[in-house]
């Protein structure tokens, strides 16, 4: 009965001007469960994004998932940072290869 009322206020809790953007954060920010059963995660799939600027960050590699698009970001100064749904996550990362491998890491936990 807790888990349905549980249910039923999280649902309660979104409108219907909520956009997809909106819902993959709300959906992202949801801790992992404490005993959650081991399952095999999906490796991301990073793509090439058309090159933009905006602030200091270039974006270099996008991955869509369930919880949101995944971002691993290049500042002028040469390191990396990642973020899910335009909100970083992580510090600074040496090389593109240790911002993606955090990236699959927090969706590893995600999942």
Request: glycine share 4%.
């Amino acid at each position: 009965m807790t888990d349905l009322i549980r249910r039923e206020d999280a649902l309660a809790a979104l409108t219907l001007g909520d956009t997809m953007t909106a819902l993959q954060r709300k959906i992202a920010s949801i801790p992992p469960a404490p005993n959650a059963v081991a399952v095999k995660v999906k490796k991301l799939e990073w793509e090439n994004s058309a090159l933009f600027f905006k602030c200091d960050w270039l974006t270099v590699r996008l991955a869509e998932t369930p919880v949101g698009q995944y971002a691993v970001k290049q500042s002028d100064s040469g390191y990396f940072r990642v973020s899910v749904n335009a909100q970083f996550l992580y510090g600074n990362h040496p090389d593109i290869k240790s911002a993606k491998d955090a990236a699959q890491a927090d969706y590893d936990t995600r999942i």
